[in-house]
């Protein structure tokens, strides 16, 4: 990817205790222990039944799955993120297992600004809620997107995520109108 511009990130954000390492659906995860067998990052690994077994029994917290409320302060709180950063979220999907964002570049490091956005929206949550405890796993998927092709698919497969809730595709105030 040197030389190549970056023009924008497809962030995946996880609820804390979902999509654990070792998830028969695939996992993103590195946290791996060599002795065990170290798997590379940046790639889909295979489900395994006793990693997953070895994360459930590392969670110190019940998985949270985010109920209607917590959803409103997560869009109320990436609203007022992206009304102050250099970046727009132009696609967004918040469920309650996890949310996809599509950022543009905005010359901020994109790992710091997750961080960021996760702080943020876990802040807010127990403010404004009922709601103890953590929100967001650890680790997050990033994917860096480079060209315009895989900027619309990455727009039209967050906006397919919305319409198979049964939910208008863009159906945030906060999205901004595409561009890329």
Same mark, same amino acid.
């Given at each position: 990817?040197?030389?190549?511009?970056? &023009?924008? @990130?497809?962030?995946? !954000?996880?609820? @804390?205790? $979902?999509? /654990?390492?070792?998830?028969?659906?695939?996992? %993103?995860?590195?946290?791996? *222990?060599?002795? &065990?067998? @170290?798997? $590379?990052?940046?790639?889909?690994?295979?489900?395994?039944?006793?990693?997953?077994?070895?994360?459930?029994?590392?969670?110190?917290?019940?998985?949270?799955?985010?109920?209607?409320?917590?959803?409103?302060?997560?869009? *109320?709180?990436?609203?007022?993120?992206?009304?102050?950063?250099?970046?727009?979220?132009?696609?967004?999907?918040?469920?309650? #297992?996890?949310?996809?964002? /599509? /950022?543009?570049?905005?010359?901020? *490091?994109?790992?710091? #600004?997750? !961080? %960021? /956005?996760? $702080?943020?929206? #876990?802040?807010?949550?127990? $403010?404004? #809620?009922?709601?103890?405890?953590?929100? %967001?796993?650890?680790?997050? %998927?990033?994917?860096?997107?480079? *060209?315009?092709?895989?900027?619309?698919?990455?727009?039209?497969? &967050?906006?397919?995520?919305?319409?198979?809730?049964?939910?208008?595709?863009?159906?945030?105030?906060?999205?901004?109108?595409?561009?890329?």
């Amino acid at each position: 990817n040197r030389g190549r511009r970056t &023009i924008g @990130y497809h962030l995946v !954000k996880s609820a @804390y205790g $979902q999509w /654990l390492p070792g998830d028969e659906a695939g996992h %993103w995860s590195t946290a791996w *222990d060599e002795r &065990i067998g @170290y798997l $590379q990052p940046h790639m889909l690994h295979p489900g395994d039944p006793v990693r997953k077994r070895m994360a459930e029994e590392r969670m110190t917290h019940p998985p949270v799955c985010l109920d209607g409320s917590m959803i409103a302060v997560v869009i *109320d709180v990436l609203g007022e993120c992206e009304s102050s950063s250099p970046w727009t979220i132009a696609a967004a999907s918040i469920e309650a #297992t996890h949310m996809h964002l /599509l /950022l543009t570049y905005g010359g901020r *490091d994109i790992h710091r #600004t997750a !961080k %960021w /956005l996760a $702080q943020r929206t #876990t802040k807010a949550v127990h $403010q404004r #809620t009922d709601h103890a405890g953590p929100v %967001w796993c650890k680790g997050k %998927w990033c994917g860096y997107v480079f *060209d315009e092709s895989h900027w619309w698919n990455a727009r039209e497969y &967050i906006e397919r995520h919305n319409v198979r809730r049964g939910v208008d595709p863009r159906p945030y105030a906060f999205i901004a109108h595409p561009r890329v």
